[in-house]
């Protein structure tokens, strides 16, 4: 082993050894110094906490596993608008899993404490509500609300019950944004500017044609009950009820679903309360399916400058039928440097660019186009006036950050709720936190469809 390795596999206040498969890895990537961060101690389990699940599709079945990740927590019940998912359900947890059709059966359980909100984004804020009113904790997922409108009365709701409300976007809890966050602040990439932040994908999958049930129909699925709180009504369609991101009726399209989850994390590393105007335009290129809202987006978003930042632009790009392949960044640029965020969020590198002190002269410069005489004059003035050094830029090694092996962050996130309910400690992403990522992400779709520029008071949380 060089001596250069032995080096840098010695120390780190925050990191720990590199194992031998993280070692091959690394030979790939020899000029990056890569630090796997450490795990944050778990609390042991004192109180029992009993949890039910509303809405045990994709994300139900995975948040419930995380939430069971934490010692001492128990699920008590599930709740599902289709048949199907309830029985799995039981087949997943046991045949005395209590399973029901109407949220409002397991808000009235006395033994439950605490529930998870993963329906579709359409009931959000609905069940939220309904909950913390029955004296339910709250971990609901992004976004926090299906329309800007619905935030400002769920904090209330929040701020007179008390109950503990989680906001789902889990990179918040994840240890490299933790990290990503600590070395932005102790100013690891100069003065921010801009960030530039996507999500590309290249499948029906990814583009949310998900599968759908031989038996989704409508003895199956509680259609009436599922678009209750929609302004316009359909009949039955099992692409509406399952693939439901496609349709604004009941989702909240890339927008919703992504850009939350890019502007959460911008929010956290920044500390920003959120952005002044947002500019969004996209179109539908080629997922044609009868969805009403785009498969390409983008946006622009400003952010003035406040006591937490400086002014800085955000650029957020979602490509459903990206040629660039699965792929997504968060790039936090500074005058310094940029802390590059992997998609999904449990890695990050800092590439450090420093500009000499001195200007520079020669190369893509007006001095060959003057005379001998004169270059050599404003050359040999140059070289008095700057040292080696000065014209010179530092080099500064990239460094990687990375979790460890099989990390999950959203185990993270539930052990963080799990504490709050335990010991009354603050959330990591409560109810204004959430919809201060969930409003700037929501208005990206009202300036599409709307054509225009949506200013943000982002202290006040409204439109303006
Ligand atoms: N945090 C993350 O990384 C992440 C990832 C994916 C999805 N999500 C979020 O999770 C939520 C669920 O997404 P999904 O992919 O699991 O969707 P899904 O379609 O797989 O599951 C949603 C389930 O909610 C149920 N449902 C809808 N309305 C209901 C109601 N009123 N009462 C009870 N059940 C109801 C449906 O029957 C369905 O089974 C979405 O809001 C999405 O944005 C978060």
Request: charged letters at 25%; aromatic letters at 10%; a neutral charge.
């Amino acid at each position: 082993m060089s001596t250069d390795r032995r080096k840098f596999l010695k120390h780190f206040g925050t990191s720990v050894l590199l194992t031998s498969a993280s070692l091959s890895s690394l030979a790939a990537k020899e000029e990056h110094e890569v630090r796997i961060l450490r795990q944050q101690k778990r609390m042991s389990a004192n109180d029992r906490i009993r949890i039910a699940t509303i809405g045990m599709g994709i994300m139900g079945f995975n948040d419930t596993k995380a939430a069971l990740s934490v010692p001492g927590v128990e699920l008590a019940g599930v709740c599902d608008l289709y048949k199907g998912r309830l029985a799995h359900a039981k087949e997943v947890y046991g045949n005395d899993l209590f399973t029901t059709m109407d949220h409002r059966d397991i808000l009235e359980r006395k033994d439950i404490d605490a529930v998870i909100v993963a329906t579709s984004d359409n009931w959000h804020s609905q069940i939220s509500i309904d909950a913390m009113r029955k004296g339910k904790a709250v971990y609901s997922e992004k976004p926090m609300v299906h329309k800007i409108s619905q935030g400002l009365e769920e904090i209330r709701v929040q701020k007179e019950t008390k109950a503990v409300f989680q906001v789902g976007s889990q990179r918040v809890s994840s240890i490299a944004y933790r990290k990503a966050k600590e070395m932005y602040e102790a100013g690891a990439i100069g003065k921010i500017n801009s960030i530039e932040a996507s999500f590309n994908r290249q499948s029906a999958l990814g583009a949310w044609q998900y599968t759908i049930p031989s038996d989704g129909n409508i003895q199956n699925v509680d259609w009436s009950r599922y678009q209750a709180n929609a302004d316009v009504k359909h009949d039955f369609d099992p692409k509406r009820f399952f693939r439901w991101r496609n349709y604004r009726e009941y989702g909240t399209g890339v927008a919703g679903d992504l850009f939350v989850h890019l502007l959460t994390g911008i929010h956290f590393i920044t500390g920003s309360k959120g952005p002044e105007s947002i500019y969004s335009i996209g179109d539908l290129t080629y997922w044609k399916d009868g969805r009403n809202v785009p498969d390409v987006m983008s946006a622009v978003i400003h952010y003035g400058e406040t006591k937490e930042h400086p002014s800085f632009q955000v650029t957020l790009r979602v490509n459903f039928i990206s040629g660039e392949g699965d792929y997504g960044t968060t790039k936090i640029i500074g005058s310094e440097g940029v802390i590059d965020l992997g998609g999904e969020g449990d890695s990050f590198s800092i590439r450090k660019s420093i500009m000499p002190e001195a200007p520079g002269i020669g190369g893509w410069d007006s001095l060959f186009t003057y005379t001998e005489a004169e270059q050599k004059k404003l050359l040999s003035e140059y070289n008095q006036r700057w040292t080696k050094a000065q014209q010179e830029s530092p080099t500064i090694d990239p460094i990687t950050y990375r979790a460890p092996e099989g990390y999950n962050s959203s185990n993270d996130h539930f052990a963080n709720f799990i504490e709050a309910i335990r010991t009354g400690k603050p959330v990591i992403e409560d109810a204004v936190f959430g919809f201060r990522a969930a409003a700037p992400a929501l208005a990206c779709n009202d300036s599409y469809f709307q054509k225009k520029v949506i200013h943000w008071d982002a202290e006040n949380m409204k439109v303006v």
